[in-house]
């Protein structure tokens, strides 16, 4: 079980495609209900802010995980990032319900060495392969069951995502791979070996799109995406499988309107140049950004406020990841508005292969841009006795100000030291974490609610209790 102890004392990201129905923007998230008031009766011990170590678990750089690398000259971070064909545990020609995790597990377990955990995605079509995993992910025991198509501008062979059977091997895989690793930690937790999971197996490098052969057929590609309704299948069967894993998907697809589903920005945060006119791939138009951009099309579907409850992730566009906060806070040149990206994505974690292998962790810029992403805890003061005996109550308080929550239910731990200063016996809290939400948050222009940059108050700071004793 992971734990976070106190003391008591490659890809190119395209056109979207299908979305979900449109809707109006959600605006502003209604803010966590007040909680407990911190107990007065105990003796208050304050605390200053001091800056969190740069790497943290589940947050920040992702680089590539590649057999044999010696991820301690990475920037230091909680991730690395892999792909996997769907082929690779998907073997058996006869069978589509057989699977072979061996290639996954070794991963798991490489990265875990490292202290740190997976994001990953499983694809059927990868333009050229990965280099370390094939380019055709289609499983053999769909040979001859659907109708295979070519995308003749990626090189890549398609399958008839539609297809029955084609349906339910995506499906099966689903269902398999949760059964297996949702539910495989302690308590039916998820394995805590993993920490993301981007929903993939659809479109070019699972990222669900097939551009140019795509929806828009004026261009005269023929389209290869499923339907609708095939999307609506594969979500909630994502959305069924999986209680404790946090899932992206790309776009706010069909299905993806109420899904427990996060999303992730392949494209952070860059400016793409169209027709003589630059632009963002990031933020929403307001904010200079093409029509299709991810926060828009969020904007577009109301789920601009996914974060709150499910991550945001997704990956620093490869031609800016080595200057990325050379303009920081803002941007430069084909970088757009990093802080303003942040904030308003709520990004959480992003691969990023070269700022991972070149940045310093004494760049000031880089480190403020770290810590500013996902979640940033505090303990601003806590409420304790200076002796115990018996029975006895601490009382702690926590604050987040990063741009996003803790997602997973860690347990915290509560230690009692001796007059030296020695732990001499712990005890596990019910405390969630995920109930420290950011206390600010920044508002889209869209929402009407001041000029921009304007920030809302949102999350509180969470007083946590317990009672504990001292046998034993």
Known sequence: MRRLVTAAVAALSILLLPTAASAA????????????????????????????????????????????????????????????????????????????????????????????????????????????????????????????????????????????????????????????????????????????????????????HTWPYDRDTADGYPDLMPTDATIRTIIGAYDTAFDNIQLEVRYPLAGTENANIGFHDDSWPYKEWRNGQLKGMTLPVSMGGWDDAFLQLQLNTGTENRWVTQSIGGEARPEIQGSLYAGWPGGNNQVDDVLAATELTHITWMINQIGAGGYSTSDPKVAAGVRKMGYNLHIPQANFNATASGTFKVGVTMRNDGVAPFYYPWTTVIGLRDASGQIVKTWDTSWDLRQVQPLKIRAFPDWGVGADPTYLDFGRPVNFSATLSTAG
């Open 25 to 208: 923007p959600a605006g502003p998230p209604a803010r966590p209900p007040v909680g407990p008031a911190a107990d007065t009766g105990l003796t208050t011990h304050t605390y200053a802010y001091a800056d969190a170590p740069l790497g943290q678990p589940l947050k920040g750089f992702a680089p590539y995980l590649f057999p044999g690398d010696n991820l301690s000259t990475k920037y230091p971070g909680g991730l690395v990032w892999s792909y996997f064909a769907l082929n690779e545990v998907m073997k058996d020609p006869a069978s589509c319900t057989a699977f072979d995790w061996s290639v996954f597990e070794k991963a798991l377990d490489e990265a875990a060495v490292w202290g740190r955990q997976v994001a990953f995605r499983f694809y059927l079509e990868y333009p050229g392969g990965s280099g370390t995993h094939p380019g055709n992910g289609i499983p053999p025991c769909l040979n001859g069951k659907m109708a295979l198509r070519t995308n003749g501008f990626w090189g890549t062979v398609s399958p008839d995502y539609d297809d029955p059977d084609v349906i339910n091997a995506l499906v099966g895989f689903i269902n398999a791979f949760a059964a297996r690793y949702d539910h495989a930690g302690a308590g039916g937790t998820a394995d805590p070996r993993i920490g993301f999971m981007s929903l993939g197996l659809v479109g070019l490098w699972g990222e669900w």
